[in-house]
Nanobody, 119 residues
Framework: QVQLVESGGGLVQPGGSLRLSCAAS????????MGWFRQAPGKQREFVAA??????NYADSVKGRFTISRDNAKSMVYLQMNSLKPEDTAVYYC??????????????WGQGTQVTVSS
């Protein structure tokens, strides 16, 4: 199993920045991909960014503003969020999958961290 704990959320003004962190423990050496998702009030959970090997993918809505990075030595995944907009307000979740054949829904998830973008 893999345990994930997010941190770094908070209240930020539009145009500001935040860096989310995700600490992984357990079978971290088995993870094949790690990602960030978010869920705004009244909306479905949506993909934000993921890293798999040397590949990084982003949702169109965050391209050029968000950057995902991974530190395998520290078992950490980060999401640097710049130029934040009110529509980025959501609970952000870290996720990990341990099999190439697994979907994100079949992976491991953290508890989430709240990000609020408001003036």
């Amino acid at each position: 199993q893999v345990q994930l704990v997010e941190s770094g959320g908070g209240l930020v003004q539009p145009g500001g920045s935040l860096r989310l962190s995700c600490a992984a423990s357990g079978r971290t050496s088995s993870t094949v991909a790690m990602g960030w998702f978010r869920q705004a009030p009244g909306k479905q959970r949506e993909f934000v960014a993921a890293t798999r090997g040397f590949t990084k993918n982003y949702a169109d809505s965050v391209k050029g503003r968000f950057t995902i990075s991974r530190d395998n030595a520290k078992s950490m995944v980060y999401l640097q969020m710049n130029s934040l907009k009110p529509e980025d307000t959501a609970v952000y979740y870290c996720a990990a999958i341990v099999s190439e054949r697994s979907s994100w829904d079949q992976g491991y998830w953290g508890q989430g961290t709240q990000v609020t973008v408001s003036s």
